[in-house]
């Protein structure tokens, strides 16, 4: 079975400065997904951002960036620029491409923004 | 577009009532997806249909716990007897299922259950 692992329960940047977010997986699969999610006080999970494994282009979206090293299974999020909005519970989660269609979650990281 | 709808948003209910949670996927989109959220178990999946056809309930707790799909448009979970260990944020989320897309999953915004 796949984990995911998020090491940092909680997070704290300096508004406008930059900060990365740690994730690590395992799997024994080839092809998969991998996702960040972002859960605000209002709890609405939002995507933040995909990556799929084939791809060895590193995915970006606005400020949000990730740095995706498949030999090493790891998955970080690097947000630019950081904004007050930006803060709420960011979790990476995995998904394989055979068959099976269901998210697996790390337990999440709480981003503070200090302004 | 509408995103995914959840209903009730918020639920309080006594042990040993029954409880149900609505969802209605987004128009078009072929996966349905039950998730919990607890402090203590973070985020798992409890069931997930295809075509209106559940293909994974291997996260259903105990036999308390029922979901449905009738139609395209509409899914239920319903948990009889509730327990307090059932206290959770419940989350449903729709997808897009086909080869080689992304099939990234929307969430919707939830539902807090209370058992008391």
């Known amino acids: 079975a796949q984990t995911v692992t998020q090491s940092q329960p909680e997070m704290s940047v300096q508004e406008a400065e930059t900060v990365t977010l740690s994730c690590t997986y395992d799997?024994?699969?080839?092809?998969?997904?991998l996702f960040w999610y972002k859960q605000p006080p209002s709890r609405q999970m939002i995507l933040v951002i995909r990556?799929?494994?084939?791809?060895?282009q590193n995915a970006t979206e606005n400020r949000f960036s990730v740095n995706f090293q498949k030999a090493a299974k790891s998955f970080s999020l690097k947000i630019s620029d950081s904004q007050l909005g930006d803060a709420a519970m960011y979790f990476c989660a995995y998904r394989s491409n055979f068959g099976n269609e269901k998210l697996t979650f790390g337990t999440g990281t709480r981003l503070t923004i200090i302004p | 577009d509408a995103g995914v709808i959840q209903s009730p948003r918020h639920e309080v209910t006594e042990m040993g009532q029954e409880v149900t949670l609505r969802c209605k996927p987004i128009s078009g989109h072929n996966s349905l997806f039950w998730y919990r959220q607890t402090m203590m178990r973070g985020l798992e999946l409890l069931i997930y249909?295809?075509?209106?056809?559940?293909?994974?309930d291997s996260g259903m707790p105990e036999d308390r716990f029922s979901a449905k799909m009738p139609n395209a448009s509409f899914s239920t979970l319903k948990i009889q007897p509730s327990e307090p260990r059932d206290s959770a944020v419940y989350f449903c989320?729709?997808?897009?299922?086909?080869?080689?897309?992304?099939?990234?999953?929307?969430f919707g915004p939830g539902t807090r259950l209370t058992v008391l």
């Open positions: 799997t024994s699969e080839s092809d998969y997904y």
């Open positions: 989320a729709s997808s897009l299922h086909s080869s080689g897309d992304t099939d990234t999953q929307y």
């Open positions: 990556q799929e494994a084939y791809k060895q």
């Open positions: 249909f295809n075509n209106n056809v559940p293909i994974d």
